[in-house]
């Protein structure tokens, strides 16, 4: 059985980790903060005190890291970089939201010393991470996409091939510039409805049954009580940070700059996430972005 070397232990990394465990894996976790991994052990994992002490045995390594910093940081920090300690035929499986340019060159690297690398972002957030479900998103060849499957197939049910190096990365900066859009829309229709009487609960399942029903809407409603276990019912906290979502739509923003695309509700997203982070919201799970329309 493959051991892996799983580095980044936080809100996405802890759960992933775990159905690898489920799955018979053995896995080697690190984390820059122990005490994320510390409840770990007890469901078997190995936790281990230095990148170098991770990747021993381990054929495999997966990364959940929360920007590029981090990632080019493990994987190639000068005499450091983990892909100098990797042997060949090691398969890497990125699946921290990164910058296209970042995803290309960590894989050009590992391509150059024999390892098999692919970017695999995620999308389905904490509830997916936890249950299994999750869909990743994968650039790299189609060999060792393959030679992914079965570890991302224990951690998410949709593993989708989207081109090479760096097609994982540009698909997820896409999907998450709209999900921005319309848990932004979601909060201005709840919000309108509440100050004009209606209840969040009532106006929440006329949207599910209409033509405004969308993913945020579905499985993340922003409105505090209307659904159990999402964040926006726990004060917003353990979900999906507003600084990552300011992350990912500098990325799309960086992204449509090159391409020349037009994208202006991206961009006016990005503002009003950048806005709420200024108000002391960086660390809330980015449906929060409804107190900005509350008195
Ligand atoms: P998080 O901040 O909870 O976890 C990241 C962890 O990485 C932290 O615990 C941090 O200590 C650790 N870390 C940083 N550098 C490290 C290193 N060099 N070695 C080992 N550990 C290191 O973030 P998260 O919510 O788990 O998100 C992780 C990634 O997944 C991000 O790129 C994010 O954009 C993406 N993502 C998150 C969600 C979500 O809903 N939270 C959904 C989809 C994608």
Redesign the pocket.
């Known amino acids: 059985m493959n051991t892996i070397a799983f580095?980044?232990?936080?809100?996405?990394?802890a759960p992933m980790a775990r159905n690898l465990l489920k799955a018979g894996f053995t896995v080697r976790v690190?984390?820059?903060?122990p005490a994320?991994t510390e409840p770990l052990a007890t469901e078997g994992a190995i936790v281990t005190a230095a990148?170098s002490d991770t990747i021993a045995g381990a054929d495999t390594v997966i990364t959940?890291?929360?920007?590029d910093a981090?990632v080019l940081?493990?994987y190639i920090n000068g005499e450091n970089g983990l892909l100098d300690f990797l042997t060949a035929d090691m398969l890497v499986i990125d699946?921290?939201?990164?910058s296209p340019e970042c995803a290309r060159k960590v894989s050009a690297a590992a391509h150059a010393r024999n390892i098999a690398m692919i970017d695999a972002?995620?999308?389905?957030?904490?509830a997916g991470a936890a249950a299994g479900t999750l869909s990743f998103l994968c650039g790299g060849t189609a060999d060792d996409v393959e030679r992914a499957r079965p570890f991302l197939s224990v951690m998410g049910k949709n593993i989708m091939h989207a081109g090479p190096a760096g097609a994982g990365a540009v698909a997820k900066i896409c999907n998450n510039m709209l999900l921005a859009v319309h848990m932004i829309g979601t909060c201005e229709a709840l919000q309108m409805g509440v100050d004009n009487g209606l209840d969040p609960v009532v106006l929440s399942d006329i949207l599910l049954k209409s033509s405004g029903r969308n993913w945020s809407l579905e499985l993340y409603n922003p409105w505090p009580g209307v659904m159990d276990n999402v964040p926006a019912s726990r004060d917003y906290s353990g979900?999906?940070?507003v600084d990552?979502m300011n992350?990912?739509l500098g990325l799309a923003m960086e992204a449509a700059l090159h391409s020349k695309s037009a994208t202006p509700m991206g961009a006016l997203a990005k503002q009003l996430y950048a806005l709420h982070a200024t108000h002391g919201n960086g660390k809330l799970d980015f449906s929060s972005i409804l107190k900005i329309l509350q008195p």
């Open positions: 580095f980044g232990c936080g809100n996405m990394g690190f984390d820059l903060n994320l990148p959940m890291l929360p920007h981090a940081g493990l699946c921290s939201t990164t972002p995620v999308s389905g957030g904490v979900g999906f940070q990552l992350k990912d």
